[in-house]
């Protein structure tokens, strides 16, 4: 290979992983509401945990408070995430089995809707084998990564346009509380591609 042909290719590597790392994709705003105040310590592990997902993807989050929001704001994207029950982990809740969703996503006339809710009384419900021997710290980890994990799915249906969902990772329809307490959960490269190629191009969504 000549000198010069490799200079460009290597300069063409350097834009590629710019355009990778350096420069957002998009930036996403995401409005929070809690049904009761949750952990500051479980909503930064949530938050450092979703970023670490979503990685692949190059996007930027931007968190606000829904009660906080007046309207003016010039936001590109946004997507509001209601978090009912109990989100911090110093009380315990005892399993019982239950049908309920841990997450959901709005959908109107097969439309996504830019609404999901999270419910973290059925994370805790379902994490409670690996949360009750935990220390409070850790608890308060194990949960806001599950939360991440959750809402990763239901930023998923949102980012992708779809409804299914994956027989492995963070699309798979429902997770064990082993899944949501246990090491690492990310999304598959089937899942990766279908959120990348929904992502419109170029700055912003
Ligand atoms: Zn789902």
Not at 60 to 76: I, K, M, N, P
Not at 113 to 139: G, K, N, Q, T, Y
Not at 189 to 204: D, F, H, I, K, Y
């Amino acid at each position: 290979m000549k000198f010069s042909t490799l200079f460009v290719l290597l300069m063409l590597s350097a834009m590629a992983l710019r355009g990778q790392s350096d420069e957002p994709a998009g930036a996403l705003t995401i409005y929070t509401r809690f049904a009761h105040p949750p952990s500051p310590l479980s909503i930064g592990y949530m938050k450092t945990e979703l970023d670490a997902i979503m990685l692949p993807f190059n996007l930027r989050f931007d968190w606000r408070a829904l009660e906080a929001a007046s309207g003016s704001e010039a936001v590109a994207e946004i997507v509001v995430v209601s978090f009912k029950g109990a989100c911090q982990a110093d009380t315990l809740i005892r399993w019982e089995p239950s049908a309920h969703m841990l997450g959901s996503t709005h959908i109107a006339d097969g439309q996504i809707l830019p609404f999901a809710d999270v419910d973290c009384d059925r994370i805790r419900e379902l994490m409670a084998s690996s949360l009750a021997p935990a220390s409070p710290s850790e608890r308060e980890r194990l949960l806001g990564h599950a939360m991440a994990r959750v809402l990763a799915h239901e930023l998923y249906h949102f980012l992708a346009h779809t409804t299914k969902h994956a027989s492995t990772g963070i699309a798979k329809a429902s997770y064990t509380g082993n899944e949501l307490a246990a090491g690492v959960l990310r999304f598959d490269e089937v899942q990766l591609r279908s959120v990348r190629a929904a992502l419109p191009t170029g700055a912003g969504f």
